[in-house]
């Protein structure tokens, strides 16, 4: 065994028969190096961490979880994503992502993450169309003529399919 420093001095005043249970070195390093008292600590520093200024959400929940696997070491990946969620949402430094991520229900931390980006919609060049092309040459329409023109369009387009349907 090749050890150094500390962990050397620790198993050189252990007994000649723990020194051949490779449990018993386990345990005897583990208490030494990573005690049961030390995930006590993490817990208080999970539950205190908070986005930090210029700390993208992203970089946030990949140290929530870093710092909850060593506070939580005993509990199941489900639980544990539950609390990670959690100090996420509670965490967040604008409150108006904080609210919009605690409506989404998140069931995962990456699903929280995408929801505390700002997203801009998006249009495709087939979905909007212009109904009045300028101001000075183009008609005005109502809201009732646009109704009635809608209600229009989709009766053709319902006559539209019956007419395809027949035709097969």
Do not use: W
Not at 2 to 7: F, G, Q, V, Y
Not at 55 to 71: C, I, K, M, P, V
Not at 97 to 107: D, E, G, I, L, P
């Amino acid at each position: 065994m090749s050890l150094r420093r500390t962990a050397q001095k620790l198993l050189s005043n252990q007994m000649i028969g723990q020194l051949s249970d490779y449990n018993s070195i386990r345990q005897c390093l583990t208490q030494r190096f990573n005690p049961k008292e030390r995930s006590g600590a993490h817990r208080c520093t999970f539950r205190g961490q908070k986005q930090g200024k210029g700390e993208s959400a992203q970089d946030f929940g990949y140290s929530l979880h870093r710092t909850a696997l060593l506070a939580y070491p005993d509990l199941s990946s489900y639980y544990l994503e539950c609390q990670v969620i959690d100090q996420f949402i509670n965490g967040l430094n604008n409150f108006e992502v904080k609210k919009k991520v605690t409506f989404r229900h998140s069931k995962t931390l990456e699903e929280a993450v995408a929801g505390s980006s700002p997203q801009k919609p998006t249009y495709s060049s087939g979905s909007v169309c212009a109904i009045q092309s300028d101001s000075t040459g183009g008609q005005i329409l109502t809201i009732e003529q646009i109704s009635k023109l809608l209600d229009k369009k989709l009766a053709d387009h319902k006559t539209g399919r019956k007419d395809s349907k027949n035709r097969t």
